[in-house]
């Protein structure tokens, strides 16, 4: 591509994301036929992915999904199709990446590098061949790995392999997720195939990072996968264009330029819960500017949801059960909403009662 450096502002950087992530509900029915798929939707705490899903209008079961623990060890809902590809590029690009991506209380078995991986996904292999308690799996692969991948558990009385460690090498392992309320079970996935041998389709990965979270930077997407920097432009992709975002440089796949300067501005409404891929961009100054909105939105523990009003957050929302069919949403705006904002929050709780298996939904909005 030839000419000058596209040159766009956040908003138009928003409006892109919006209509690129199908926030606009064009994409679906089925959840397995949403892009952000192609990235994978976290699903912490767990439900939220649904939520996620019906967001952009897609609900019910899809048999093409499967839960795993990909992006940053966390729980993700993916394509099964998808797996092999993924387990190899989320795997450490190097010893010093490996090295990087274990924090904790394990230095010497995180100086192990890439062999730390190794033996944990072998492990899992090992010992996860039907329906297991996930705590049953986690002494059993502590007992298979290196010791200097576990520590001394003084609650347990025992030695646990580091949760660092173990749910980042979950895939690898071939390990799928089974949640039943909130409890987790650990089962092997219905196609499993040997750990990687090296790292691979790292950058169609990047590619697609950039696709719907673009433009961005190496920082914003080594943040995202759980490396750094200078490992990420060793295998940085091919393609990409450079577009200044109120005048900093990022980047973008070439044939997405003209959907960035092109998209129109976002009239939506939207719940979007803790996690959404809208939220997951490690540019956080350019998606809330404020550094006290971040606050509150980006918790330590317990996030909330993001209220999404055409391409900005706007304040954030959060539920309480109460009781098995009656669902408490409380709406916090960082400023007054006008009456058609009201109404279309009041009709995207519905959604989210739904996605929750609730038929009954009281929302109230809390402006103090």
Same mark, same amino acid.
């Not at 950058?203 to 961005?216: K, Q």
């Not at 993001?306 to 109460?322: F, K, M, S, Y």
């Given at each position: 591509?030839?000419?000058?450096?596209?040159?766009?502002?956040?908003?138009?950087?928003?409006?892109?994301?919006?209509?690129?992530?199908?926030?606009?509900?064009?994409?679906?029915?089925?959840?397995?036929?949403?892009?952000?798929?192609?990235?994978?939707?976290?699903?912490?705490?767990?439900?939220?992915?649904?939520?996620?899903?019906?967001?952009?209008?897609?609900?019910?079961?899809?048999?093409?999904?499967?839960?795993?623990?990909?992006?940053?060890?966390?729980?993700?809902?993916?394509?099964?199709?998808?797996?092999?590809?993924?387990?190899?590029?989320?795997?450490?690009?190097?010893?010093?990446?490996?090295?990087?991506?274990?924090?904790?209380?394990?230095?010497?078995?995180? $100086?192990?590098?890439?062999? =730390?991986?190794? /033996?944990? #996904?072998?492990? +899992?292999?090992?010992?996860? !061949? %039907? *329906? &297991?308690? @996930?705590?049953?799996?986690?002494?059993?692969?502590?007992?298979?790995?290196?010791?200097?991948?576990?520590?001394?558990?003084?609650?347990?009385?025992?030695?646990?392999?580091?949760?660092?460690?173990?749910?980042?090498?979950?895939?690898?392992?071939?390990?799928?997720?089974?949640?039943?309320?909130?409890?987790?079970?650990?089962?092997?996935?219905?196609?499993?195939?040997?750990?990687?041998?090296?790292?691979?389709?790292?950058?169609?990965?990047?590619?697609?990072?950039? $696709?719907?979270?673009?433009? =961005?930077?190496? /920082?914003? #997407?080594?943040? +995202?996968?759980?490396?750094? !920097? %200078? *490992? &990420?432009? @060793?295998?940085?992709?091919?393609?990409?264009?450079?577009?200044?975002?109120?005048?900093?440089?990022?980047?973008?796949?070439?044939?997405?330029?003209?959907?960035?300067?092109?998209?129109?501005?976002?009239?939506?409404?939207?719940?979007?819960?803790?996690?959404?891929?809208?939220?997951?961009?490690?540019?956080?100054?350019?998606?809330?500017?404020?550094?006290?909105?971040?606050?509150?939105?980006?918790?330590?523990?317990?996030?909330?949801?993001?209220?999404?009003?055409?391409?900005?957050?706007?304040?954030?929302?959060? /539920?309480?059960?109460?009781?098995?069919?009656?669902?408490?949403? %409380?709406?916090?705006?960082?400023?007054?909403?006008?009456?058609?904002?009201?109404?279309?929050?009041?009709?995207?709780?519905?959604?989210?009662?739904?996605?929750?298996?609730?038929?009954?939904?009281?929302?109230?909005?809390?402006?103090?």
């Amino acid at each position: 591509m030839t000419g000058q450096t596209p040159q766009v502002d956040r908003r138009q950087v928003l409006a892109y994301r919006a209509a690129a992530q199908q926030l606009d509900r064009s994409g679906g029915p089925r959840p397995g036929d949403l892009a952000v798929l192609a990235l994978g939707v976290q699903d912490t705490p767990y439900g939220t992915a649904r939520q996620a899903l019906a967001a952009r209008g897609a609900t019910g079961p899809d048999d093409r999904l499967e839960l795993v623990w990909s992006m940053r060890g966390a729980p993700h809902l993916h394509r099964r199709a998808e797996l092999p590809a993924l387990a190899a590029a989320i795997w450490p690009l190097s010893d010093a990446d490996a090295t990087r991506r274990i924090p904790g209380q394990i230095g010497a078995g995180a $100086r192990l590098g890439l062999a =730390a991986f190794r /033996a944990t #996904a072998e492990a +899992f292999q090992s010992v996860v !061949t %039907t *329906e &297991l308690e @996930r705590g049953v799996v986690s002494r059993a692969v502590s007992d298979r790995v290196p010791s200097e991948l576990t520590y001394d558990c003084r609650v347990c009385q025992a030695r646990h392999i580091s949760g660092a460690v173990f749910q980042q090498a979950g895939l690898a392992g071939g390990v799928r997720l089974v949640v039943s309320g909130r409890a987790a079970r650990l089962a092997p996935l219905p196609e499993r195939t040997d750990p990687p041998t090296a790292a691979a389709h790292t950058a169609e990965l990047v590619t697609t990072y950039l $696709r719907l979270l673009g433009p =961005a930077t190496p /920082a914003d #997407a080594a943040g +995202f996968l759980g490396s750094s !920097t %200078t *490992e &990420l432009r @060793r295998v940085w992709p091919t393609g990409l264009v450079e577009v200044r975002v109120d005048g900093r440089p990022a980047w973008l796949p070439a044939d997405a330029v003209g959907a960035l300067t092109n998209a129109p501005p976002p009239r939506l409404v939207r719940l979007l819960p803790p996690g959404d891929p809208f939220l997951a961009g490690r540019d956080r100054d350019l998606l809330v500017p404020e550094r006290e909105h971040q606050k509150q939105l980006w918790r330590a523990i317990g996030n909330p949801g993001a209220l999404l009003v055409d391409g900005e957050v706007i304040g954030t929302w959060r /539920a309480r059960q109460a009781g098995k069919k009656r669902l408490e949403l %409380t709406v916090t705006p960082w400023s007054p909403l006008s009456a058609r904002v009201r109404r279309d929050v009041d009709a995207e709780a519905a959604t989210v009662a739904a996605a929750r298996g609730v038929t009954d939904v009281r929302l109230q909005f809390d402006q103090s």
